[in-house]
């Protein structure tokens, strides 16, 4: 399976976008779309065809171009089992994505672009084996999103997209200060920006050392790292529906993943060195988001709020460094990705319908749009950690590789994260509940459910949610191998 | 034993709720009722052939019950060798729980034909009943304790969603809330209890786990050495499953969701609140029974004394409640601590051989459960009938609705313990069990069974008897058959139940053994009981002032009593005054100040300085053009006078 | 008389290099302020023509490039008179501190 198709369909999509006219955006948007979920699919099928005939190489279907051979880096591709299951993750996202805009009024063309781009630089970073092509990828992610929430977005969007565009800006900052600080500390004939060849290279700790936390942090911010996190509650209320499930969905991803590859993979002296800090920020961000999200009356804060606690469960995984709280990480970055993106998918339709997104002047909507609210339901479970869907399954393996650690400050910081799924199940219920319980709030009492594209985009996330939920046991066969690489090289084998 | 006919037992209401959930609303209407009660019935039938298959031909095998697992499916392999596992596992206790859920349900489900007949959401409610029971089921079943703690979250949200079913009322919003929030942080204990336990043991699965954490070795030794706070590790596990544990089963202090529960329907009331759901916690404890009793963690005791004093309690306030399903909410509470504390009843010396106190309580879940749903459908059917909960708004309907009235007090004879009934057997045994082993909780338990009679009879005279209300006149017929149907066969099974020879099917090591009557020993509680039903038939059998004096030469205690003793109050001051106003408010004023305020403070910092260095940048071509000429004498100087000496 | 060598060529220059700096620091005439450049662009030529002459008599580069930079200067007036008369007709004046729309 040839890699650059994955990058490729993308742009190709892009491109016809641009050159067709307005009408036939979305259609273009969606197609695309389509073809680049089965591709995922066929990867994800190649993928395991290889496995199953004994290919035992940790990346498979590796592929290297020289790109800028006097600066070290090379356009060098390849994925494994966690780059696969973000692909699928992503995949299911965008096409949500195009779906629950379908009805886009304003500047279609450029909107379903700029989302057909953001879902470029995603899947290019998801496979780029190069430190320097993936940060290309990192950035071609983040450029749009502002234009998306300054263009398309709602309530106090300038100040939303200036924050966070300049809080991911920073963290990218930071991520490359570090991969030259690295790349020119070593000596030059050992200079590479090729994550494989660093693998197997012994850095030496006085670099790892200081290298480490300034990738971390760097990702760290996209994921949501307290303190860094503040430009979540308003980047997210502040971007239109599509953009908000990418925002949470995939791109707090990015930073998960690269802290993983880029961070704990690369330099496990660090993270062993760091390890408890880590621990300690993702415990604050857990019980303190939790805490936080009890107090917000907006559905869009309260979902972003709670994406600062449940992505605090992908960072305390990383930070426990045991092989099974590692793999958690990886099933919490899918689970969230799926299950907030549906959350804000379904706050996107209830809000074109009741022109509000107060919970407080919302109430009893299950009786005139049963359809959304089940969703709403769905999301909500899966987001308190309902046993069959996605959420129960990624706290837990969470929970469990955590409690793996002897030590009582360990086991202290799995009790605190523990604490969050009984808060969470307050806002939750709080806000869903007063939402789609009690006396009708709505102008008319005429149902008015979801249209089709607004069904289809829940079905289909719904169904990730659900696969992942109940058949937990395919991701994990999926992703564990690729987790074992990166334990082994923290266990120094 | 067909692992795939016992599969089936949890699969078919699953397919009913799939089925009626997806297709309910297009395809089934209002046949949804007829397809839930099919595919129930058909469970029911493959449960009883499997439980009878088991207890009288495969099941005994060298004078034990064998405990099988026919299927097991790993269903989440973590790294470090736990692995989740979805099974079945078969031994005496899950086969009466899949007869009482089974059993149960199938009535519900017929009961609830004629009860939401005309509701809107007639199939939601069948497929989310459909849901209950493939939880329940899966529960009772499970052979991984990550598995029980799976199902335990779906029994706990389908319970959310029948109570609130009728969700335009505020109240059933509030009532559903609590019961999940206040069972969800009862399983936060649960949670980490199995963390910590399976981490002891190593492994999750039920057989293994029990065997390693009560019989002692290597796990044992280290798993009471390792001691946190003056407990050893396995005590902490252990009383955090029983928090878990008594959170579903409204043990005081966390029984204060059950009464609000009955917001819900009333079937459901009867199918969760009253003989399946709440009982889980009964069933955990029993589970794990071998670990609890005999590992010497010694936590047994406590169990004990939370089981009597909530028997007490409830009991007590079950005694001033006028809202008709209120009472039999305390009642259950009161009745499950009765499981509880005879579960408790460990003699020291007999290490694990026929103790009575184990077959006591699973024997009184079962018959508590019959006559308690019969309780609860009769209540539904009263309900029904005057639509209205409240006492005052019934009285005399003796006449108006004979079959309901009769099986009434079949259950209230049955609870209050008088013989021949079911209730009296099982009472007899836990009564016994306490007396051998501390005669404290005897006391208490027969205070208690006194109170408890008093009170359903209380119940029985209000509804059935007294004086009619003003101003309600009710013509209509008692019910269809949909109705009364399962109000006779529970009726039936309320007064057979008790001859079932239940030491012979159930005991803590799987071994039957002979219960005898003590016909000296049942006179003290059924005289009490008598007592109990005479004091109420004084006072509410007409209507008179006695009551209402009693309640007033009482005074406080009768106002704490009816206020439940405040404690729906003391959680309500803890979550609003400490949870929210000392936590959660904070804390979000905390991120919007201090930690977004340290980003607008860069933020703002940079616009500070660049505003004083913007005159830089003036727009004047010559300022500019003045810079750039000194910048080149500069470099230029630097650059002829690079050689001078002091370089 | 006087035969001017390099030296004085080379002073003529740059007075005429400063006068043109002083002239464009000072005016706030974009008019003149283009001639003192001009003034400038001259005075380089008069350098580039004096060393050709005088000291690599046998070569042409200083006249090409000084005949390069008379060709440069005539574009870059073209350009800069058709901003001034742009400026002019908006704002009614060729002074450069009246177009200050952009600044900050």
Same mark, same amino acid.
């Given at each position: 399976?040839?890699?650059?198709?994955?990058?490729?369909?993308?742009?190709?999509?892009?491109?016809?976008?641009?050159?067709?006219?307005?009408?036939?955006?979305?259609?273009?948007?969606?197609?695309?779309?389509?073809?680049?979920?089965?591709?995922?699919?066929?990867?994800?099928?190649?993928?395991?065809?290889?496995?199953?005939?004994?290919?035992?190489?940790?990346?498979?279907?590796?592929?290297?171009?020289?790109?800028?051979?006097?600066?070290?880096?090379?356009?060098?591709?390849?994925?494994?089992?966690?780059?696969?299951?973000?692909?699928?993750?992503?995949?299911?996202?965008?096409?949500?994505?195009?779906?629950?805009?379908?009805?886009?009024?304003?500047?279609?063309?450029?909107?379903?672009?700029?989302?057909?781009?953001?879902?470029?630089?995603?899947?290019?970073?998801?496979?780029?084996?190069?430190?320097?092509?993936?940060?290309?990828?990192?950035?071609?992610?983040?450029?749009?999103?502002?234009?998306?929430?300054?263009?398309?977005?709602?309530?106090?969007?300038?100040?939303?997209?200036?924050?966070?565009?300049?809080?991911?800006?920073?963290?990218?900052?930071?991520?490359?200060?570090?991969?030259?600080?690295?790349?020119?500390?070593?000596?030059?004939?050992?200079?590479?920006?090729?994550?494989?060849?660093?693998?197997?290279?012994?850095?030496?700790?006085?670099?790892?050392?200081?290298?480490?936390?300034?990738?971390?942090?760097?990702?760290?911010?996209?994921?949501?790292?307290?303190?860094?996190?503040?430009?979540?509650?308003?980047?997210?209320?502040?971007?239109?529906?599509?953009?908000?499930?990418?925002?949470?969905?995939?791109?707090?991803?990015?930073?998960?993943?690269?802290?993983?590859?880029?961070?704990?993979?690369?330099?496990?002296?660090?993270?062993?060195?760091?390890?408890?800090?880590?621990?300690?920020?993702?415990?604050?961000?857990?019980?303190?988001?939790?805490?936080?999200?009890?107090?917000?009356?907006?559905?869009?804060?309260?979902?972003?709020?709670?994406?600062?606690?449940?992505?605090?469960?992908?960072?305390?995984?990383?930070?426990?460094?045991?092989?099974?709280?590692?793999?958690?990480?990886?099933?919490?970055?899918?689970?969230?990705?799926l299950m907030t993106a549906l959350f804000f998918a379904i706050i996107g339709m209830v809000y074109e319908r009741t022109h509000t997104r107060m919970v407080a002047d919302m109430g009893g909507l299950l009786k005139v749009m049963p359809f959304i609210i089940t969703t709403l339901y769905i999301a909500g479970f899966a987001s308190l950690g309902l046993p069959g869907l996605s959420g129960f399954v990624a706290e837990m393996t969470v929970f469990v590789g955590?409690?793996?650690?002897?030590?009582?400050?360990?086991?202290?910081?799995?009790?605190?994260?523990?604490?969050?799924?009984?808060?969470?199940?307050?806002?939750?219920?709080?806000?869903?509940?007063?939402?789609?319980?009690?006396?009708?709030?709505?102008?008319?009492?005429?149902?008015?459910?979801?249209?089709?594209?607004?069904?289809?985009?829940?079905?289909?996330?719904?169904?990730?949610?659900?696969?992942?939920?109940?058949?937990?046991?395919?991701?994990?066969?999926?992703?564990?191998?690729?987790?074992?690489?990166?334990?082994?090289?923290?266990?120094?084998? | 034993?067909?692992?795939?006919?016992?599969?089936?037992?949890?699969?078919?209401?699953?397919?009913?709720?799939?089925?009626?959930?997806?297709?309910?609303?297009?395809?089934?209407?209002?046949?949804?009722?007829?397809?839930?009660?099919?595919?129930?019935?058909?469970?029911?039938?493959?449960?009883?052939?499997?439980?009878?298959?088991?207890?009288?031909?495969?099941?005994?095998?060298?004078?034990?019950?064998?405990?099988?697992?026919?299927?097991?499916?790993?269903?989440?392999?973590?790294?470090?060798?736990?692995?989740?596992?979805?099974?079945?596992?078969?031994?005496?206790?899950?086969?009466?729980?899949?007869?009482?859920?089974?059993?149960?349900?199938?009535?519900?489900?017929?009961?609830?034909?004629?009860?939401?007949?005309?509701?809107?959401?007639?199939?939601?409610?069948?497929?989310?009943?459909?849901?209950?029971?493939?939880?329940?089921?899966?529960?009772?079943?499970?052979?991984?304790?990550?598995?029980?703690?799976?199902?335990?979250?779906?029994v706990g949200v389908s319970s959310f969603l029948l109570i609130g079913f009728f969700y335009q009322k505020s109240s059933a919003l509030a009532a559903a809330k609590k019961a999940f929030i206040v069972t969800r942080f009862a399983d936060l204990g649960f949670l980490i209890g199995i963390l910590l336990l399976s981490a002891q043991a190593g492994t999750l699965d039920f057989l293994e786990l029990i065997s390693k954490l009560s019989t002692p070795g290597d796990?044992?030794?280290?798993?009471?050495?390792?001691?946190?706070?003056?407990?050893?590790?396995?005590?902490?596990?252990?009383?955090?499953?029983?928090?878990?544990?008594?959170?579903?089963?409204?043990?005081?202090?966390?029984?204060?969701?059950?009464?609000?529960?009955?917001?819900?329907?009333?079937?459901?009331?009867?199918?969760?609140?009253?003989?399946?759901?709440?009982?889980?916690?009964?069933?955990?404890?029993?589970?794990?029974?071998?670990?609890?009793?005999?590992?010497?963690?010694?936590?047994?005791?406590?169990?004990?004394?939370?089981?009597?004093?909530?028997?007490?309690?409830?009991?007590?306030?079950?005694?001033?409640?006028?809202?008709?399903?209120?009472?039999?909410?305390?009642?259950?509470?009161?009745?499950?601590?009765?499981?509880?504390?005879?579960?408790?009843?460990?003699?020291?010396?007999?290490?694990?051989?026929?103790?009575?106190?184990?077959?006591?309580?699973?024997?009184?879940?079962?018959?508590?459960?019959?006559?308690?749903?019969?309780?609860?459908?009769?209540?539904?059917?009263?309900?029904?009938?005057?639509?209205?909960?409240?006492?005052?708004?019934?009285?005399?309907?003796?006449?108006?609705?004979?079959?309901?009235?009769?099986?009434?007090?079949?259950?209230?004879?049955?609870?209050?313990?008088?013989?021949?009934?079911?209730?009296?057997?099982?009472?007899?045994?836990?009564?016994?069990?306490?007396?051998?082993?501390?005669?404290?909780?005897?006391?208490?338990?027969?205070?208690?069974?006194?109170?408890?009679?008093?009170?359903?009879?209380?119940?029985?005279?209000?509804?059935?008897?007294?004086?009619?209300?003003?101003?309600?006149?009710?013509?209509?017929?008692?019910?269809?058959?949909?109705?009364?149907?399962?109000?006779?066969?529970?009726?039936?099974?309320?007064?057979?139940?008790?001859?079932?020879?239940?030491?012979?099917?159930?005991?803590?090591?799987?071994?039957?053994?002979?219960?005898?009557?003590?016909?000296?020993?049942?006179?003290?509680?059924?005289?009490?009981?008598?007592?109990?039903?005479?004091?109420?038939?004084?006072?509410?059998?007409?209507?008179?002032?006695?009551?209402?004096?009693?309640?007033?030469?009482?005074?406080?205690?009768?106002?704490?009593?009816?206020?439940?003793?405040?404690?729906?109050?003391?959680?309500?001051?803890?979550?609003?005054?400490?949870?929210f106003n000392l936590i959660a408010k904070p804390a979000a004023w905390f991120d919007r100040n201090i930690v977004d305020g340290m980003v607008k403070a860069t933020g703002s910092g940079m616009e500070w300085i660049s505003y004083r260095i913007r005159g830089v940048q003036s727009g004047k071509v010559q300022q500019y053009g003045l810079f750039f000429l000194f910048g080149i004498i500069i470099i230029v100087s630097v650059y002829l006078f690079k050689n001078?000496?002091?370089? | 008389?006087?035969?001017?060598?390099?030296?004085?060529?080379?002073?003529?220059?740059?007075?005429? /290099? @400063? #006068?043109?700096?002083?002239?464009?620091?000072?005016?706030?005439?974009?008019?003149?302020? *283009?001639?003192? +450049?001009?003034?400038?662009?001259?005075?380089?030529?008069?350098?580039?023509?004096?060393?050709?002459?005088?000291?690599?008599?046998?070569?042409?580069?200083?006249? /090409? @490039? #000084?005949?390069?930079?008379?060709?440069?200067?005539?574009?870059?007036?073209?350009?800069? *008179?058709?901003? +001034?008369?742009?400026?002019?007709?908006?704002?009614?004046?060729?002074?450069?501190?009246?177009?200050?729309?952009?600044?900050?």
């Open positions: 399976m040839n890699l650059i198709l994955i990058i490729l369909i993308p742009l190709l999509t892009g491109l016809a976008i641009l050159g067709l006219n307005e009408k036939h955006a979305r259609t273009a948007a969606l197609a695309g779309a389509l073809v680049q979920l089965v591709l995922a699919l066929v990867l994800y099928a190649a993928f395991t065809q290889e496995r199953s005939i004994g290919n035992v190489f940790p990346i498979l279907f590796e592929q290297q171009y020289q790109w800028f051979p006097s600066l070290g880096f090379s356009f060098h591709i390849g994925v494994d089992g966690i780059s696969i299951a973000m692909i699928l993750l992503t995949a299911f996202v965008v096409i949500a994505g195009v779906l629950v805009s379908w009805n886009m009024e304003k500047m279609k063309k450029e909107f379903f672009f700029f989302l057909t781009l953001l879902g470029f630089g995603a899947y290019g970073f998801f496979i780029s084996l190069d430190l320097m092509v993936m940060f290309f990828f990192l950035e071609i992610a983040v450029i749009p999103k502002y234009l998306f929430i300054s263009i398309w977005g709602s309530g106090n969007k300038d100040y939303s997209a200036n924050k966070l565009a300049l809080m991911l800006m920073g963290g990218s900052a930071l991520i490359l200060i570090a991969l030259l600080g690295m790349y020119f500390s070593m000596p030059p004939e050992l200079r590479t920006f090729d994550m494989p060849k660093l693998a197997e290279m012994n850095i030496p700790f006085s670099l790892q050392r200081w290298v480490f936390p300034l990738i971390f942090t760097g990702f760290g911010i996209f994921t949501a790292m307290f303190p860094f996190h503040t430009w979540v509650p308003d980047g997210h209320s502040s971007a239109p529906t599509a953009g908000s499930m990418f925002l949470a969905g995939i791109s707090m991803k990015l930073g998960g993943y690269g802290c993983l590859r880029a961070a704990t993979y690369l330099f496990p002296e660090g993270a062993h060195e760091y390890s408890s800090i880590i621990i300690i920020l993702a415990s604050i961000a857990i019980i303190y988001g939790a805490f936080a999200t009890m107090m917000q009356k907006d559905l869009k804060y309260i979902n972003a709020y709670s994406s600062i606690s449940h992505c605090g469960f992908v960072l305390l995984g990383i930070g426990m460094l045991t092989k099974t709280a590692i793999t958690g990480a990886v099933f919490q970055m899918v689970s969230h990705g955590s409690w793996e650690n002897q030590t009582f400050f360990h086991r202290a910081a799995t009790v605190i994260a523990c604490a969050s799924i009984v808060v969470t199940a307050v806002y939750i219920l709080r806000a869903v509940g007063q939402v789609s319980m009690g006396p009708l709030k709505y102008s008319s009492d005429q149902k008015d459910d979801g249209r089709w594209n607004e069904k289809w985009a829940a079905v289909i996330l719904i169904a990730g949610i659900l696969l992942m939920g109940l058949a937990p046991f395919w991701l994990n066969d999926l992703v564990s191998p690729g987790v074992e690489v990166i334990t082994n090289k923290l266990a120094g084998k | 034993m067909n692992p795939t006919n016992i599969l089936l037992i949890p699969l078919l209401p699953l397919l009913s709720f799939v089925l009626l959930g997806l297709f309910g609303k297009s395809f089934f209407k209002t046949k949804a009722g007829l397809v839930g009660c099919s595919l129930m019935l058909v469970s029911f039938i493959i449960a009883v052939v499997t439980a009878s298959s088991y207890f009288f031909s495969t099941g005994l095998q060298n004078g034990q019950y064998q405990q099988l697992k026919p299927f097991i499916m790993p269903w989440l392999k973590f790294a470090n060798g736990l692995v989740i596992e979805m099974g079945l596992l078969i031994d005496p206790l899950s086969m009466i729980m899949i007869f009482v859920v089974t059993f149960i349900s199938l009535m519900v489900h017929i009961f609830s034909l004629s009860y939401m007949k005309g509701e809107e959401r007639f199939h939601v409610y069948y497929a989310f009943l459909g849901l209950f029971t493939f939880s329940m089921l899966g529960l009772v079943l499970s052979s991984n304790i990550f598995q029980i703690y799976i199902f335990w979250e779906l796990t044992l030794t280290s798993a009471l050495a390792t001691t946190f706070m003056g407990f050893s590790a396995l005590s902490w596990g252990l009383a955090l499953v029983f928090m878990g544990a008594a959170g579903k089963s409204a043990m005081f202090p966390l029984h204060i969701w059950l009464p609000d529960a009955m917001e819900g329907p009333t079937p459901v009331s009867a199918l969760i609140h009253a003989a399946t759901m709440v009982v889980a916690g009964v069933f955990l404890v029993a589970r794990l029974y071998p670990v609890y009793a005999f590992s010497g963690a010694g936590f047994v005791h406590f169990i004990d004394d939370i089981g009597a004093f909530t028997a007490l309690f409830a009991a007590i306030i079950a005694c001033t409640q006028t809202d008709i399903k209120r009472v039999l909410a305390y009642s259950t509470i009161s009745q499950i601590g009765f499981m509880m504390f005879a579960l408790g009843q460990v003699p020291p010396e007999t290490n694990g051989a026929a103790n009575l106190g184990y077959t006591a309580s699973i024997f009184h879940l079962f018959t508590h459960a019959i006559f308690k749903a019969l309780l609860f459908l009769g209540a539904g059917a009263v309900i029904h009938y005057v639509h209205s909960n409240e006492m005052k708004d019934m009285g005399g309907l003796r006449k108006k609705m004979p079959v309901t009235h009769a099986m009434f007090l079949l259950a209230c004879l049955a609870i209050a313990g008088i013989p021949p009934f079911a209730g009296f057997f099982s009472k007899e045994e836990i009564l016994l069990a306490a007396w051998e082993n501390n005669p404290t909780i005897f006391w208490m338990a027969l205070v208690t069974s006194g109170l408890t009679a008093f009170y359903m009879f209380r119940l029985y005279f209000s509804i059935f008897w007294n004086k009619e209300p003003e101003g309600h006149h009710h013509h209509e017929k008692e019910g269809d058959i949909f109705l009364l149907a399962p109000l006779v066969i529970l009726g039936i099974g309320t007064v057979v139940a008790g001859f079932v020879p239940f030491s012979q099917l159930v005991s803590a090591d799987r071994k039957p053994f002979e219960t005898e009557l003590h016909l000296q020993f049942s006179i003290a509680p059924v005289v009490v009981g008598l007592t109990g039903i005479l004091l109420a038939s004084w006072m509410y059998r007409k209507h008179s002032a006695v009551p209402e004096n009693l309640a007033r030469n009482m005074g406080g205690f009768y106002k704490a009593a009816k206020n439940k003793f405040y404690i729906d109050e003391l959680w309500l001051g803890f979550t609003k005054g400490v949870l001078v000496p002091w370089r | 008389m006087m035969e001017p060598g390099l030296y004085h060529l080379l002073v003529i220059g740059a007075l005429l /290099f @400063f #006068t043109g700096i002083y002239g464009f620091f000072t005016r706030r005439n974009m008019i003149s302020m *283009l001639m003192s +450049i001009e003034l400038m662009l001259n005075s380089v030529n008069i350098n580039f023509i004096a060393f050709n002459k005088y000291l690599w008599p046998d070569t042409l580069g200083g006249t /090409f @490039f #000084t005949v390069f930079v008379i060709a440069i200067a005539a574009a870059e007036a073209a350009v800069a *008179l058709a901003i +001034i008369i742009n400026l002019y007709r908006s704002h009614q004046s060729i002074n450069v501190e009246v177009a200050e729309e952009m600044k900050y």
